[in-house]
């Protein structure tokens, strides 16, 4: 089954609100890479060990990555090396449309996005 790899859970605003990451669960099962309280700038070696630890298993031709906002900014580049360390030559982002689709009337939704390096 895929998975979809979330960068890093997102933090609640201050009004409590998160992203609702359901349209994000149809192209597989969610997996935090990064909780929230995870500061990755502040020891990168340490984030570096904990992303390749959860990224072991990601297959490039079925997992997405995917940032939902709201947390640290450099998780996003330690997940993205992480994986090209790993040796993945190619990896699937969710990219979000803030565009309806046809089986989303009320908002957006989440569409893949290939990137090969």
Same mark, same amino acid.
């Given at each position: 089954?895929?998975?979809?790899?979330?960068?890093?859970?997102?933090?609640? %605003?201050?009004?409590?609100?998160?992203?609702?990451?359901?349209?994000?669960?149809?192209?597989?099962?969610?997996?935090?890479?990064?909780?929230?309280?995870? %500061?990755?700038?502040?020891?990168?070696?340490?984030?570096?060990?904990?992303?390749?630890?959860?990224?072991? =298993?990601?297959?490039?031709?079925?997992?997405?990555?995917?940032?939902?906002?709201?947390?640290?900014?450099?998780?996003?580049?330690?997940?993205?090396? &992480?994986?090209?360390?790993?040796?993945?030559?190619?990896?699937?982002?969710?990219?979000? &449309?803030? %565009?309806?689709?046809?089986? =989303?009337?009320?908002?957006?939704?989440?569409?893949?996005?290939?990137?090969?390096?």
């Amino acid at each position: 089954m895929s998975k979809v790899y979330i960068i890093q859970e997102p933090c609640p %605003r201050s009004d409590g609100w998160t992203p609702d990451l359901s349209t994000a669960a149809e192209h597989g099962a969610l997996v935090n890479v990064f909780d929230k309280a995870d %500061r990755t700038y502040a020891d990168t070696t340490a984030a570096v060990a904990k992303a390749k630890s959860k990224l072991k =298993n990601f297959n490039p031709d079925e997992d997405f990555l995917l940032w939902a906002g709201f947390a640290d900014p450099s998780s996003q580049w330690v997940v993205s090396m &992480s994986l090209v360390a790993l040796g993945h030559k190619k990896v699937n982002f969710l990219f979000w &449309s803030k %565009r309806p689709s046809a089986a =989303n009337k009320q908002g957006g939704y989440y569409f893949p996005l290939s990137i090969q390096v």
